[in-house]
């Protein structure tokens, strides 16, 4: 017997852990086994916000994110609305964006259609902002939110687009469903997008998803509300395609919260389905757990071509009985509204 060969349990103890590191290179090799991910930038305060690559599934800078969406006919910023931190980052890639494309165009979730006159005259030094505000009626953070890129445009003098559908009319359809179109006016009809129900592959299953867990509805209050909801998506994409018409060569900036752009869905879908050839970019917001050690999952990076990772805001609501009284009043404003 070779006094130098190794016992039998040895070479087996041995062998086991061979095979085992084989599997482990493997999987690691096919994608099975977790990869250790690149430590992302901490966010220091509610303002502030990491750029994500979906694709290279790594940091940029924001000046590199501009410098990629050079080329884009349509950017996408998807907001949380209220949340600083999108703002923020909108306005910066705004003026970023403008420094490479002077032809650029704002377009807007948080102004709809039949306010575009009062957005006009307000670009227009005839109105002041306390009356666009007030008589537009604004959104209530209008002027933390949304008033240094409005500025902004006013200053370079670029077009602003009210792209969205009439709150009024989009409430009454989720309440009477697609019939409610043919109640309206000529200028109401004018107001919504000429094929305001048009399917978006895919956006159906994600939107009954999420309602009902948001909301508990029957199927019958699913479908009025989905066809609600399409009705702005249809809308702002037409819009965004109206403006690429009268102003040829420009770059379009959307805004809107970020279920309609997420995933190329919503809005996107909608646009992609009315000219296929334009080259558009979704930018899409991810609310992080730990702002010092920032960490996202694998299906995040579905939501865009990029992503930008901000810390949540306080909870607006502890106390449940405090939470019911708040939305018990929206709820009655809304409910007070008088459709046809």
Same mark, same amino acid.
């Given at each position: 017997m070779n006094k130098n060969a190794l016992p039998l349990h040895r070479l087996l103890h041995y062998s086991l852990a061979l095979l085992a590191m084989f599997a482990l290179v493997n999987l690691h090799g096919c994608g099975l086994y977790p990869q /250790?991910?690149?430590?992302?930038? %901490?966010?220091?305060?509610?303002?502030?916000s990491v750029v994500l690559d979906s694709q290279s599934q790594t940091p940029i800078s924001l000046q590199d994110l501009a410098k990629r969406l050079k080329d884009r006919d349509v950017v996408f910023i998807g907001e949380f609305h209220g949340n600083h931190a999108s703002h923020l980052l909108q306005a910066q890639l705004q003026a970023l964006l403008f420094k490479q494309r002077p032809l650029q165009i704002l377009s807007m979730e948080q102004f709809e259609r039949h306010q575009q006159t009062l957005v006009f005259r307000y670009l227009d030094d005839e109105i002041g902002e306390a009356y666009l505000v007030k008589e #537009? =009626?604004?959104?209530?953070?209008y002027t933390a939110s949304y008033r240094p890129m409005v500025e902004f445009a006013k200053q370079h003098f670029l077009p *602003?687009?009210? %792209?969205?559908?009439?709150?009024?009319? *989009?409430?009454c359809i989720g309440r009477q469903g697609q019939d409610y179109v043919g109640k309206l006016t000529e200028d109401e009809r004018n107001w919504i997008a000429q094929t305001p129900f048009a399917d978006i592959p895919g956006y159906l299953e994600k939107y009954q998803s999420w309602i009902q867990e %948001?909301?508990?509805l029957t199927d019958d209050q699913a479908q009025k509300s989905y066809q609600a909801q399409i009705v702005r998506d249809n809308t702002m994409a037409e819009s965004i395609l109206r403006a690429l018409r009268d102003h040829p060569k420009h770059q379009v900036i959307h805004l809107n919260g970020a279920f309609h752009s997420a995933a190329h869905l919503g809005t *996107?879908? %909608?646009? /992609? #389905?009315?000219? =296929?050839?334009? /080259?558009?970019? *979704?930018?899409? =917001?991810?609310t992080i757990d730990n702002p010092l050690k920032p960490t996202v999952q694998s299906e995040d990076f579905e939501q865009g071509d990029y992503l930008y990772l901000q810390q949540a805001q306080p909870e607006q609501y502890r106390n449940a009985a405090y939470r019911q009284k708040a939305f018990s009043k929206l709820f009655k404003n809304a409910d007070s509204k008088v459709c046809r």
């Open positions: /250790k991910t690149e430590t992302l930038p %901490a966010l220091h305060t509610l303002y502030d #537009a =009626p604004a959104w209530d953070n *602003v687009v009210a %792209a969205n559908a009439p709150t009024d009319i *989009v409430r %948001a909301r508990h *996107v879908g %909608a646009l /992609k #389905a009315l000219n =296929p050839n334009l /080259k558009i970019s *979704v930018i899409s =917001p991810i």
